[in-house]
């Protein structure tokens, strides 16, 4: 039977045959068939990005093809069909495999379509803020309860999308006003959302790039949600004094995001997003709870803290302006 889940995750099933592939084409399984090796020391002989080849290799270890053992790694015992020298080796099956993968790419034009990415500017930034609420909307109710708004008076929504979480939060807490700060022809997605649910009379809408311009001050809980991953660490650091200086001293932010496990390894889908983010953006990727505390701590954050560690971009990480 179909569902919504299901066929989502159908949707997303390339992700991993990518990585695979991209395993197989640098022919990772065999070079680490006999020995572990460190991503640097391997990159060295592949001639390959070191931090692009560590964050393949990390998501192959989430999948199980590898294995991780402190910062090196080594071909799965119950992947060594995957090597060259394997008597059942399938890697050139899997060489066969990604060489049709441009041609496949072309199916949309083939069949008679326009490609999302050959449309214009605007249809595809729609598309995109339209797929963060329907990402959002199953889990913004539950997330907003566990973040607990209580007595705040003014949320701060960075990066506020569609509008998802900020119209959840306000639900949450009757006596909230919101502000919400994107660019420009996101906030006007958000103004129709928030119309459409009657919450536009407690929402602020501020246009803006949050990369560069100071946020609004006076507010007492700040919201930064599924941002720091397209960031590299100095970008972050950046943002993170900005929101600093938009919060009232004893001002709350929460931090929603992939928050990964120290070997970078869990959870899955986050080491497959850091995929995402390395062919996507140039400094971007997924962060443990150490870094994302260290750089919350160098804006000036205290009492920082794992609210929730979570599965699918839904870790929360809590700190305050003293």
Same mark, same amino acid.
């Given at each position: 039977m179909n569902t919504p889940e299901s066929l989502l995750a159908l949707s997303r099933a390339f992700q991993e045959s990518r990585v695979l592939l991209t395993g197989a084409?640098?022919?990772?399984? @065999? =070079?680490?068939?006999?020995?572990? %090796?460190? #991503? $640097? &020391?391997?990159?060295?002989? !592949?001639?390959?990005?070191?931090?692009?080849?560590?964050?393949?290799?990390?998501?192959?270890?989430?999948?199980?093809?590898?294995?991780?053992?402190?910062?090196?790694?080594? @071909? =799965?015992?119950?992947?060594?069909? %995957?090597? #060259? $020298? &394997?008597?059942?080796?399938? !890697?050139?099956m899997l060489l066969h495999a990604a060489a049709l993968w441009d041609r496949w790419t072309g199916l949309t034009r083939k069949v008679g379509g326009t490609p999302l990415t050959a449309r214009p500017p605007a249809a595809a930034t729609r598309a995109f803020i339209e797929a963060m609420h329907v990402v959002s909307a199953p889990q913004a109710a539950k997330l907003a309860s566990e973040v607990n708004p209580g007595g705040a008076r003014r949320l701060l929504d960075v990066g506020a999308g569609p509008g998802t979480y900020a119209a959840a939060f306000l639900r949450a807490a009757p006596d909230l006003h919101a502000t919400l700060f994107d660019l420009p022809p996101v906030v006007e997605i958000a103004r129709e959302r928030l119309s459409a649910a009657g919450l536009l009379g407690r929402v602020t809408l501020v246009p803006g790039n949050f990369d560069t311009d100071e946020l609004p001050a006076g507010h007492d809980l700040a919201w930064l949600s599924a941002i720091i991953h397209q960031n590299g660490p100095a970008e972050n650091d950046a943002l993170y004094g900005r929101i600093f200086r938009a919060l009232e001293p004893g001002g709350r932010l929460v931090v929603r995001d992939h928050v990964m496990d120290p070997a970078r390894t869990r959870p899955r889908a986050g080491a497959l997003f850091a995929i995402n983010m390395l062919v996507g953006t140039a400094h971007g990727g997924t962060y443990t709870f150490d870094e994302i505390r260290a750089g919350l701590e160098r804006a000036g954050f205290v009492r920082v803290r794992l609210l929730r560690e979570g599965e699918r971009m839904d870790g929360l990480v809590e700190a305050f302006r003293p």
């Open positions: 084409e640098l022919d990772v399984f @065999t =070079a680490l068939a006999t020995e572990a %090796l460190a #991503a $640097d &020391a391997l990159a060295a002989r !592949l001639g390959a990005d070191p931090r692009a080849l560590a964050t393949l290799l990390d998501a192959l270890a989430a999948m199980g093809l590898l294995d991780k053992t402190g910062g090196t790694y080594r @071909t =799965a015992k119950d992947a060594a069909c %995957l090597t #060259a $020298d &394997a008597p059942d080796s399938i !890697l050139p």
